[in-house]
């Protein structure tokens, strides 16, 4: 059974930083992309950052570009988010994803995790 469990998630004041985990099990997806989504109350699923399976390919929304970080160790079946100077925008549910069916963008994804909440004040 695949599993996508999220981890790292909390209540940060603005300008403050978090990790979030994502452990894959069941299979690996060191030849898939992956990626992070969130979503906010009332809100639809958007994109955060994604990476490829193999090379330094890595894409991320621009809201969040040259604060948040992606990283994949494919020996752990593991991927990362690294989020620095947060801002109480970025508050929402994060999930990962694994192993997209269209463009790396878009929430389809074969393979998702519960989420992870990430709560930033000001």
């Known amino acids: 059974q695949v599993q996508l469990v999220e981890s790292g998630g909390g209540l940060v004041q603005a300008g403050g930083s978090l990790r979030l985990s994502c452990a894959a099990s069941?299979?690996?997806?060191?030849?898939?992309?992956m990626a992070w989504f969130r979503q906010a109350p009332g809100k639809e699923r958007e994109f955060v950052a994604a990476?490829?399976?193999?090379?330094?390919?890595?894409w991320y929304a621009d809201s969040v570009k040259g604060r948040f970080a992606i990283s994949r160790d494919n020996l752990k079946n593991t991927m990362y988010l690294q989020m620095n100077s947060l801002r109480p925008e970025d508050t929402s549910l994060y999930f990962c994803?694994?192993?997209?069916?269209?463009?790396?963008?878009?929430?389809?994804?074969?393979?998702w995790g519960q989420g992870t909440q990430v709560t930033v004040s000001s």
């Open positions: 994803a694994a192993e997209s069916e269209g463009p790396y963008y878009r929430p389809e994804y074969r393979y």
């Open positions: 069941g299979r690996t997806f060191s030849n898939y992309v």
């Open positions: 990476k490829a399976g193999a090379g330094d390919f890595t």
